[in-house]
């Protein structure tokens, strides 16, 4: 059995390990090898080449803490606790192979920083948490904490105490300058090292006990409004902390950071950029490392709490949005410097910043960036999604925007015209881009168009200057959202690829028959039925179609987009059927047509250019509509809306606004299928249609006759008496 102690101390409150075995050595007055050798620790670390001793107030093994503590009686639980262990991969990240703190993670350091009055108070014992690059500041006596000794100039700590001498707690154990192969000690006494005040209630004394609070207990979840109501572990706060104190070591002014600290911090921290260390004073070689410039805790405690403190100002924001405003003069000064800080090389930067505060770096971005860019980017919503590859997502789109979305999305002129040509084309083009790494050329041909890029850019800006359209690109991200979710009932490619090529859809002599039962003044061209049924299928313009089909002027441009507004019920329900029996001919079980629809919320507080095209009702609409001509502008004063809008209600729910005569064919023709379903399934004599449905047996028989369906001889049904 290993003997105890013959005086056993109590670790300080919060002590460190190495401390508290310097500390027992003082108290029994022996070397420090004289305590190790005590309690069984190893003189030398066997996985070092030099004899050195161990780092355990990095890391100690199981069979160490079960020595210590059977020799100390202090608990094994109380020994872990004086180490870095409890912060491991939370605060600090270490080697277990070495027992060393990987500097480049966590904003790891060597050595220790102090507050000279708590030695004094404590007997020269060192707290644990002194160790941690987060601290910066004694929250206890209002003061940044020292961090060299003010004679030797070295760093307390770096290595373990010379195991020949003995421990003198509070005095300087880092060798004296210039003392040779084996310089004495500098032993100054720390206790009285000149140390910052700080304001008790200040940001950087408010900082620290947040710090303090948070290290307490690394395991428990961050929950600060920017990372949203799950939060994120400890210690991917403390990267992006790292991550954004390092922008501002390396790039903020003076002038920055007045609002964080006082002169005198600032004072000291302009020194620490500018002042280089003497040459007589430099740290071991080993030590070198502890302070490069992007990758560790700074080596001043001013340059570590200014950079901390203005990194969690950010951090704390409500927002991504209001994160990324907190940051622009950050990200100003960036690229001020002629660094390059665009949204798709923040990621580059540093890998280990959190989805948030990419977010964050990206808006502040914004308004700097390109119109497509900000699409790309999704900035306009503050997206954690970074862009990626989505070239499936043209499968969900039309080539021509969704027409109650280009309503709703197309800016104008004062006067109604659209600002751009082909604007629903353009829109779709948009809808490709957004948070999509696809080129513009790729976008545009996969939607099955084409624009140029300066085409696309210029149709982006015009949006992005508007004051009318400031919520159109946002829109648009939350549609393409929407879509990536939940995906599209339409195979839009399929049908481009399937029906773009045929010359005739629907046979033209049908079309003119019904054409001449409806209107006074039939049009004996055809094209536009076929032009409408492939607008309908594909979602693509009429130019796109078959040259048998396609518009080749602008003449045959206008009247097309005049027949779209002026089709008549029953031509509708013709076109409807004749689309829909060409998806069943080609197995297609997809519905004709599809709109995406979002919640009102989210477009509530948008500025868009048009109108809700649900704002006026189908029965509202019929109800203003005159019989015979009459004219969109009149029609639009008299709903208060666009002319734009009525023409979208128009084609989308025909009118009858024919005369009384085709007014009564138009009914005729959109009764005729159920007529023929009575007659021919369900054994309905042609007299009982017709008090069914209020008219004449001949309207009756003729509408069935010219429809081809084979009448029964008169006086065929079973008890039916005969007519004289």
């Not at 290993?2 to 029994?28: H, K, N, V």
């Not at 941690?132 to 290595?159: E, K, M, N, Q, Y």
């Not at 499936?392 to 080539?399: E, I, V």
Request: aromatic share 6%.
């Amino acid at each position: 059995m290993r003997r105890t102690l013959p005086i056993r101390c109590a670790p300080y409150p919060g002590e460190a390990l190495d401390s508290w075995l310097e500390f027992i050595g003082a108290r029994l007055n022996c070397p420090f090898t004289d305590v190790l050798n005590a309690l069984g620790l190893p003189n030398r670390d066997p996985a070092m080449a030099a004899l050195v001793l161990p780092r355990w107030t990095v890391l100690t093994t199981r069979d160490e803490l079960s020595s210590i503590a059977a020799v100390t009686g202090v608990g094994e639980d109380v020994l872990v606790a004086m180490t870095l262990q409890p912060f491991d991969g939370h605060a600090v990240a270490i080697r277990p192979g070495q027992r060393r703190v990987r500097p480049q993670v966590l904003w790891g350091r060597a050595g220790s920083r102090f507050c000279p009055t708590c030695l004094a108070d404590s007997g020269g014992r060192w707290q644990i948490t002194w160790r941690l690059g987060w601290s910066f500041a004694c929250t206890r006596h209002h003061v940044l904490l020292a961090d060299r000794c003010p004679a030797c100039r070295r760093i307390p700590r770096l290595r373990a105490h010379p195991r020949t001498q003995t421990p003198r707690p509070g005095l300087c154990s880092s060798p004296a300058p210039d003392g040779g192969p084996r310089p004495p000690r500098c032993h100054h006494p720390l206790t009285g090292t000149p140390v910052t005040a700080i304001p008790p209630d200040g940001a950087l004394a408010q900082t620290q006990r947040l710090i303090d609070t948070l290290l307490q207990t690394p395991g428990r979840t961050v929950r600060w409004p920017l990372y949203g109501p799950c939060g994120v572990p400890l210690d991917v706060v403390l990267r992006d902390v790292k991550a954004l104190a390092t922008l501002v070591l390396h790039h903020a002014a003076p002038e920055d950071l007045r609002p964080v600290a006082a002169p005198d911090v600032l004072d000291r921290l302009e020194r620490y950029h500018t002042r280089p260390v003497p040459a007589g004073a430099q740290p071991p070689p080993d030590a070198r490392r502890i302070d490069p410039p992007s990758s560790v805790t700074p080596g001043d405690a001013a340059a570590a709490a200014v950079a901390a403190t203005t990194a969690i100002r950010i951090l704390r924001a409500t927002s991504i949005r209001t994160a990324g405003r907190a940051m622009r003069w950050l990200t100003d000064r960036v690229t001020a410097d002629d660094r390059r800080l665009y949204p798709d090389s923040l990621v580059a930067r540093s890998s280990t910043l959190s989805p948030v505060l990419e977010a964050a770096l990206r808006c502040s971005r914004e308004t700097t960036l390109f119109p497509v860019a900000r699409l790309r980017h999704r900035t306009v919503l503050g997206s954690t999604r970074p862009p990626s590859a989505r070239h499936s997502r043209a499968d969900m789109l039309p080539t021509a925007l969704w027409p109650a979305w280009a309503l709703r999305l197309s800016p104008r002129h004062a006067d109604g015209r659209p600002t751009a040509q082909r604007t629903d084309e353009l829109l779709t083009v948009a809808c490709l881009l957004a948070g999509n790494t696809t080129s513009i050329q790729d976008a545009t041909r996969l939607t099955g168009t084409a624009f140029s890029r300066h085409t696309v850019s210029a149709f982006l800006s015009e949006l992005t200057r508007r004051c009318d359209c400031v919520g159109v690109l946002r829109a648009l991200i939350l549609l393409t959202d929407h879509l990536d979710a939940h995906g599209s009932p339409i195979d839009y490619a399929r049908r481009r690829a399937l029906f773009t090529a045929r010359p005739r859809l629907i046979d033209p002599e049908t079309w003119l028959d019904l054409q001449k039962r409806l209107r006074s003044a039939p049009s004996l061209d055809a094209r536009h039925a076929q032009r409408w049924i492939f607008q309908t299928l594909t979602g693509s313009p009429p130019r796109l179609a078959h040259p048998d089909i396609a518009p080749a002027t602008n003449s045959e441009r206008e009247q097309y987009q005049r027949f779209r507004w002026r089709i008549l019920p029953a031509e509708h329900e013709l076109l409807h059927h004749t689309a829909r029996t060409l998806l069943d001919e080609h197995g297609i079980d997809e519905p004709l047509q599809w709109t995406p629809r979002l919640p009102a919320r989210a477009l509530r507080h948008l500025a868009l250019p048009g109108p809700d095209p649900d704002s006026i009702a189908p029965a509202q609409l019929h109800q203003a509509v005159p019989g015979g001509n009459f004219s969109i502008v009149q029609l639009a004063r008299t709903l208060q809306t666009t002319p734009a809008h009525v023409i979208y209600l128009l084609s989308q729910h025909p009118v009858d606004w024919s005369g009384p005569r085709f007014r009564r064919t138009q009914h005729t023709a959109t009764r005729v299928p159920q007529w023929r379903t009575w007659y021919e399934q369900g054994d309905v004599s042609l007299q009982d249609i017709a008090d069914r449905e209020g008219t004449s047996l001949a309207t009756v028989r003729l509408a069935l006759l010219k429809n081809d369906v084979p009448l029964r001889p008169s006086g065929s049904y079973p008890g039916r008496p005969r007519r004289h």
